[in-house]
């Protein structure tokens, strides 16, 4: 069974910085992009990030770009999404999830969700 499971999620103060885990089973990541997404209250799921299965290239979303990075163990068969400069409106449910297509910053691309870590970015 393919499972995604998030971690590292907290409050933490403007300026602040997080590192989020996805660690993945049965999931081989030679195989499968991942991707990062995040819902905050009353709006609609954004991308965040993707890191590619076909060549370990990372995209990013434009407001992620410069702050946010993802990178990924191998080893343990984690991902990372490291946040710095975080600003209010960071605050949100942040998703991992799991893709056979090379490259995508498509929700509907997506076939494996985890549960998700909260992150809130408050003074």
């Known amino acids: 069974q393919i499972q995604l499971v998030e971690s590292g999620g907290g409050l933490v103060q403007p300026g602040g910085s997080l590192t989020l885990s996805c660690v993945v089973s049965n999931l081989n990541l030679d195989y499968w992009t991942i991707g990062w997404f995040r819902q905050a209250p009353g709006k609609k799921r954004e991308e965040v990030s993707c890191l590619s299965s076909l060549d370990g290239m990372s995209t990013y979303e434009d407001s992620a770009k410069g702050r946010f990075t993802v990178y990924r163990d191998n080893a343990e068969t984690t991902l990372y999404l490291r946040l710095n400069g975080l600003k209010a409106e960071d605050s949100a449910i942040y998703y991992c999830?799991?893709?056979?297509?090379?490259?995508?910053?498509?929700?509907?691309?997506?076939?494996?969700w985890g549960q998700g870590t909260q992150v809130t970015v408050s003074s």
């Open positions: 999830a799991g893709s056979r297509a090379s490259v995508s910053m498509w929700s509907g691309d997506y076939a494996y």
